[in-house]
């Protein structure tokens, strides 16, 4: 139960659901099971998914996991909707999964969970911790199912990108591969291709791990790219 959280599912006021709302949504549409719960730590149930289990804690009617929203970055959740009042519990592996949360496999299942879990009445964003995005439901059950069915990395669910005007710097890859990545603008300016390039290279990233030295690579319909990294877990970018 003292796991590093992985996500948070923030919730209007009186809408975060308590043990017998999880119970309930499980029987009635699935993608988890409610495997554990203790009568000692009110607001925390262990749920159960493709064999791994979670922790959830803030449940009602225990009080809510303090949850900095002020900095996150914004996909898909409109600036109308106001964050000072929303309330989160929060996702994170389960003892057994411990120094094993930051594998692709763990990380896919977490993110099946949550896509099960946004069916919970209230529900108005999901954050992936890691990176400090905040995104839609929509928006993220989305990117994560195109994901579980052999699509890219849901990048702009699960990683944030902070742009100037002349590069872009990445944060949350360093969650999956212990390196984040430093874009430099091909013509001295960001220009629309830079953020293709972005997003395919999370993806690539993702899927290949940890860059280990200086090397070229070749991303699906931006072609190819210089990756150096420095030593200091930054991977400079720049298009060949």
């Given amino acids: 139960m003292n796991s590093t959280p992985m996500a948070a599912l923030l919730f209007a006021q009186g809408y975060r659901p308590d ?3 999880l119970t309930a949504l499980a029987a009635e549409a699935g993608g988890y099971a409610v495997s554990h719960r203790d009568l000692d730590t009110p607001g925390w149930v262990e749920v159960l998914r493709d064999g791994l289990t979670f922790d959830l804690n ?8 303090p949850v900095d929203l002020a900095a996150m970055q914004r996909v898909g959740l409109p600036q109308t909707v106001d964050t000072s009042t929303l309330e989160a519990i929060v996702l994170a592996p389960g003892p057994h999964l411990a120094g094993a949360e930051h594998l692709l496999p763990v990380v896919r299942v977490a993110a099946a969970l949550i896509a099960a879990l946004v069916r919970l009445p209230g529900l108005v964003a999901v954050s992936w911790l890691p990176s400090g995005s905040l995104v839609s439901p929509e928006w993220f059950v989305q990117a994560a199912d195109a994901w579980i069915a052999g699509g890219p990395f849901p990048a702009l669910a699960m990683t944030t990108i902070a742009r100037t005007a002349s590069k872009m710097k990445s944060h949350g890859l360093t969650f999956l591969i212990g390196q984040e ?13 830079d953020a293709r390039v972005a997003v395919r290279l999370v993806d690539w990233l993702v899927a290949h791990g940890k860059v280990e030295g200086p090397r070229e690579v070749v991303l699906p319909d931006v ?4 990756l150096e990294p420095d030593g200091e877990g930054t991977i400079h970018v720049r298009c060949a």
């Fill in 181 to 193: 990545f430093t874009l430099y603008a091909s013509g001295g300016m960001l220009q629309e291709k």
């Fill in 223 to 226: 072609g190819p790219v210089w």
């Fill in 58 to 65: 803030g449940l009602a009617p225990d009080a809510p996991v």
């Fill in 19 to 21: 043990d017998a709302g």
